[in-house]
């Protein structure tokens, strides 16, 4: 029964690797208060959009709000609206392709912030792997044992394989 734990969830891992754009190819681990926790109702509604594609012009319809939201230093205005975007052009459910620069803005301006820069790095996995690594590499490097990010880190590195790391 214990190894079953064990190998459980890699199996899942590894199904869910080809499934989705990177930014949602599996669910993460959130605190309260993070900025995991705060983009989770938008990776939800993503991947119900993506099940649903009649859904579709309402999820378009939310970037103009997730935008109108955006105020200026405010880093999670950037980061949620620049996640929604980029999560939908993945999906392509909308053209707009700014989002992974709007999550690098947010990332600027939380340099010390590893869950910044680790959104930041999943938004140009799939377009720009050296700006990737970069955030990547900045991500693991700022992360403190034991938080969410740690384990992001730990949980999302085997699905990046997976898919070309």
């Keep these: 029964m214990h190894v079953w734990k064990s190998v ?4 899942v891992l590894a199904s869910m690797a080809s499934a989705g754009p990177t930014l949602a190819c599996h669910e993460w681990v ?10 989770e109702p938008l990776r939800d509604a993503a991947m119900f959009t993506a099940n649903h594609p009649q859904q579709a ?23 949620k609206a620049g996640y929604w975007i980029a999560i939908l052009n993945a999906l392509h459910i909308t053209a707009d392709a700014d989002g ?11 340099p010390n912030d590893p869950e910044y820069q680790f959104f930041t790095a999943l938004a140009y996995f799939d377009t720009d792997k050296e700006r990737y690594r970069e955030y990547w590499n900045r991500t693991q490097n700022l992360a403190k044992p034991g938080t969410a990010v740690t384990r992001n880190l730990a949980a999302f590195g085997p699905v990046l394989l997976t898919r070309g790391h």
């Design 57 to 79: 012009e309402a999820a378009r319809q939310r970037i103009a709000t997730l935008r109108a939201e955006i105020r200026t230093g405010e880093p999670l205005s950037l980061l």
């Design 100 to 110: 992974p620069e709007l999550i690098r803005r947010a990332a600027e301006m939380r």
């Design 8 to 11: 459980s969830p890699m199996i």
């Design 30 to 39: 959130s605190t309260p208060g993070s900025a995991f926790e705060a983009l």
